[in-house]
Each structure stands twice: as structure tokens, then as C-alpha cells.
């Protein structure tokens, strides 16, 4: 049986898409809490635990979420004052570079996933 070329790509992008959404629950479900440890005083961290505490799993998707957006813009989330600079350099090295890469392999899965819609559609 012989697969075009475009369902090869879009289940690709499909199983990759999967990936992320699992990953990200998992890791959002069983994590969050520890890595909320690792940023006791930024404000932004504390502020989201308190709205989303009682949010069940989209709360922590939200609370991971911006975890990783805050190590990924350090510099701007600092100057910002939503993280604490004593928090960020005091991360771990190796579960900034996970998050943060995880993160831009969001964003690459769901740019994929846009160009992929617009090729077949145009």
C-alpha cells in the first residue's frame, strides 16, 4: 500500500502534536509543584498558584505554561518583576534547558502544524 507524501507529513506532524499534548500533561500533572518550589519568591509563579491552585489540570497546564515562558524570557520576566533574579540563576541548569526546550518544540510542532494547513489547503 502506497502513502502520499502529504499524509506521511501529516501524520508526522500528527504523532508529533500527540507527543506534546502527552508530555506536557504529564509533566504539568506530576511536576509543577517541584519546579514552583524552585521560584519561592517570584511573584508571578505565586500569584498563578494562587488563582489556578483549585483549577485541577488546566490550572497546572497554565501554572507549566508559564514556568517555562519565564525561564525561556528570563531577562524580560526579571525586568518585568513577575521572576525573581536569585530564582532564575538558581534554577538547575538541565531542567531549564528540558523546559525551555520543550517549550520551542511546542511552538514547532504547532508551526508545522499552520504551514502544513496551509499548503493543503492552497
Known sequence: MMFSA?????????????????????????YVDYLESLMPRSEWVLGNKRNFADAGLPGKLVRFGSISMMLAFSKFSVRKGMANAD????????????????????YFVLGALLVANYVSSG
Do not use: N
Open 6 to 30: 502529504g499524509l506521511m507529513i501529516g501524520l508526522v506532524i500528527l504523532g508529533s502534536l500527540c507527543f506534546v499534548v502527552l508530555v506536557l500533561v504529564y509533566v504539568s500533572w506530576r
Open 87 to 106: 530564582d532564575i540563576k538558581c534554577f538547575p541548569k538541565y531542567i531549564k534547558i528540558m523546559l525551555v526546550s520543550f517549550l520551542f518544540f511546542t
